[in-house]
């Protein structure tokens, strides 16, 4: 299986700072990467696809970045309804995975 | 815009079938998707179960209780999972998959928690 460690897995930040979350996989798994946002009780959201792609309706503020190990989430300058957590998947190869999480709280 | 509904008990026995389905609206089963189901334990991270198109793939770790099953009639999808435990308990998620080189998991269900309990 491929693994995603995600880091931080914990971060506390300020409205309007940049924020970057990065995702390393235990193998290449090329672009075949999608970000998601969750909110306490909610489903997860799709923010990001194939590494860098803007999901139809996200801020421009949230960006992707990254192909085969090491990928990179960043939010340009944090507003109060993006406090949730973050998490990475790769759609490479079966089974598919998910990074362990990243929860961005007020500082 | 697709609406996917899950449904099913809230509570399950030990050693039990924990069973789910998934309505799909504003879609057809029928299109070029895969149809996962995703679970989540309290607290915990999220992890991939298996999907369905013309065919089915499940996670190894599951793959000797689970089977997942498409009803074309009814635009439907549905979980079973066999001889559970309390390690089973989770919201269980169900999604649509895009395919090809921009693939990704875009559209979910709001959840169903189920707890396994006796």
């Known amino acids: 299986d491929i693994q995603l460690t995600q880091s931080p897995s914990f971060l506390s930040a300020s409205v309007g700072d940049r924020v970057t979350i990065t995702c390393r996989a235990s193998?290449?798994?090329?672009?075949?990467l999608a970000w998601y946002q969750q909110k306490p009780g909610k489903a997860p959201k799709l923010l990001i696809f194939a590494a860098s792609t803007l999901q139809s309706g996200v801020p421009s503020r949230f960006s992707g970045s990254g192909s085969g190990t090491e990928f990179t989430l960043t939010i340009s300058s944090l507003q109060p309804e993006d406090f949730a957590t973050y998490s990475c998947?790769?759609?490479?190869?079966?089974?598919?995975?998910f990074g362990g999480g990243t929860k961005v709280e007020i500082k | 815009q697709v609406q996917l509904q899950e449904s099913g008990p809230g509570l399950v026995k030990p050693s039990g079938t924990l069973s789910l389905t998934c309505v799909v609206s504003g879609d057809s089963v029928n299109n070029n998707y895969w149809w996962n189901w995703i679970r989540q334990p309290p607290g915990q991270g999220l992890e991939w179960i298996g999907e369905?198109?013309?065919?089915?793939v499940y996670t190894p770790s599951l793959n000797s209780r689970v089977a997942i099953s498409l009803d074309k009639s009814k635009n439907q999808f549905s979980l079973n999972l066999t001889s559970v435990t309390a390690a089973d308990t989770a919201i269980y998620y169900c999604?649509?998959?895009?395919?090809?080189?921009?693939?990704?998991?875009?559209?979910w269900g709001q959840g169903a928690l189920v707890t396994v309990s006796s």
């Open positions: 193998q290449g798994i090329s672009t075949y």
């Open positions: 998947l790769q759609l490479n190869s079966y089974p598919l995975t």
């Open positions: 369905i198109s013309q065919t089915t």
């Open positions: 999604a649509r998959k895009t395919k090809g080189d921009s693939r990704s998991v875009d559209s």
